[in-house]
Structure formats: structure tokens, C-alpha cells
Antibody
Framework: QVQLQESGPGLVKPSQTLSLTCTVSGGSISSGGYYWSWIRQFPGKGLEWIGFHHNSGSTFYKPYLTSRVTISVDTSKNQFSLKLTSMTAADTAVYYC?????????????WGQGRLVTVSS | QSALTQPASVSGSPGQSVTISCTGTSSDVGTYNLVSWYQQHPGKAPKLMIYEVSKWPSGVSNRFSGSKSGNTASLTISGLQAEDEADYYCCSYEGYSSWVFGGGTKLTVL
């Protein structure tokens, strides 16, 4: 059974860069046609897909976040990472990593437990 | 890329059926049969309940069913049980390799 676990700082200062890592266990991150996503949940509870990396090597981002976000994969550590620059209070959220497959990654079937990130000075 | 529209809350008694709607546009829900539904209990990660409009992931009860008509997708929960009380979110492909979620619906089992 695949398991995902987020790690990284819980507090980020405004204008800084957020760096989170998702460690995958129970399966290789480089096998299968999977998509490896970052999704966040704002305090008001709405969910937002941030982007994902596909095992083909392609990476896709929410269009309005493209200039700020980078998702990368480290197959040697079975991890993938999120970097989000120029953080503001509006980026305060619980950040989840997730795996999906199917058509364009249609089903987010495995999720991490989430990492609360607060942006505050 | 606005969020899909869901009712803020729905409720039902044990044994009854409830339906949660998810309204998008002709650019997302109306065009692609790529709507999924997620159940989230407090403090927990979302759990996939339905994908590609009406398909069940392994292990999910068939009391949960999905459908779509035009720009609106729906999740129906039949035979309501106390443990179904949770938040539910829809999600749709919106083209250009991007996904959009709904605002969420709180289901209360009376």
C-alpha cells in the first residue's frame, strides 16, 4: 500500500520561499504512469490543485501559479518536492501531496496527511 | 478557473438518500467526463469516493454513486449512515492539464 508523508516548515515569513517534501513509501515513485501532485486546503476549507509531475517527465501547474511554483522529483530518495516563492498570508493552508493516475491523472487516490503552513512574520 | 459550485450544506436522516450537486461550466464539467468526488472527515485527508463521473475505486461502498448532466455533476449517497457525515468535494478537469475543485459541502446526518 502506497503511503505519502509531507515534511517541511510549518511557518514561513512573507516574501520567503516555501519548500515541502513528500516521501513515498510502499512503491517506487518512478514506476507506473502516475502523477505526483501538490494540493492545498485553505482555512475556509476550499481545496486547490497546485500542480503535478508525471512519470513521463512532464510537469504541469495551475496556470495562475506557474510563475511561483516548481515541482521536482528525486527518484533516488523516492521523494517529490514543492517550492512556492513569494509567499503571502493568502498562501496559508494545509498542503497535501497526492498520487493520481488515469486519464490526465483523474483520480487522486492516495494522499498524505497534510502539512499546515502558516505565513506570518 | 473559478471553483466549482457546491451547496454549503445538505442533510438527511439515516437510511435516506441525499444528493450533492457540483456545477461548473462548459469548459470543465460540461466537456470532460473527468469529475471525481472526495470525502473528508475532520482533521483527515480527503478520500477518493468516485472518479470519472461514476466509477468506484476499490473498497468504496456502492451506496455512493455519481452522475453528470450538462455542466452539473452529482453525488448521491443512499442508505445514509452516521459515518457518512463529512465534507464532500467535487473535482473536475478544466483543460490545459489543470484541475479545479468545488468549494465543498458539509453533509449532516440528522
Amino acid at each position: 500500500q502506497v503511503q505519502l508523508q509531507e515534511s517541511g516548515p510549518g511557518l514561513v515569513k512573507p516574501s520567503q520561499t516555501l519548500s515541502l517534501t513528500c516521501t513515498v513509501s510502499g512503491g517506487s515513485i518512478s514506476s507506473g504512469g502516475y502523477y505526483w501532485s501538490w494540493i492545498r486546503q485553505f482555512p475556509g476549507k476550499g481545496l486547490e490543485w497546485i500542480g503535478f509531475h508525471h512519470n513521463s517527465g512532464s510537469t504541469f501547474y495551475k496556470p495562475y501559479l506557474t510563475s511561483r511554483v516548481t515541482i521536482s522529483v528525486d527518484t533516488s530518495k523516492n521523494q517529490f518536492s514543492l517550492k512556492l516563492t513569494s509567499m503571502t498570508a493568502a498562501d496559508t493552508a494545509v498542503y497535501y501531496c497526492a498520487r493520481s493516475n488515469g486519464v490526465y491523472g483523474a483520480d487522486f487516490d492516495h494522499w498524505g496527511q497534510g502539512r499546515l503552513v502558516t505565513v506570518s512574520s | 478557473q473559478s471553483a466549482l459550485t457546491q451547496p454549503a450544506s445538505v442533510s438527511g436522516s439515516p437510511g435516506q438518500s441525499v444528493t450533492i450537486s457540483c456545477t461548473g461550466t462548459s469548459s470543465d464539467v460540461g466537456t470532460y467526463n473527468l469529475v471525481s468526488w472526495y470525502q473528508q472527515h475532520p482533521g483527515k485527508a480527503p478520500k477518493l469516493m468516485i472518479y470519472e463521473v461514476s466509477k468506484w475505486p476499490s473498497g468504496v461502498s456502492n451506496r455512493f454513486s455519481g452522475s453528470k448532466s450538462g455542466n452539473t455533476a452529482s453525488l448521491t449517497i443512499s442508505g445514509l449512515q452516521a459515518e457518512d457525515e463529512a465534507d464532500y468535494y467535487c473535482c473536475s478537469y478544466e483543460g490545459y492539464s489543470s484541475w479545479v475543485f468545488g468549494g465543498g459541502t458539509k453533509l449532516t446526518v440528522l
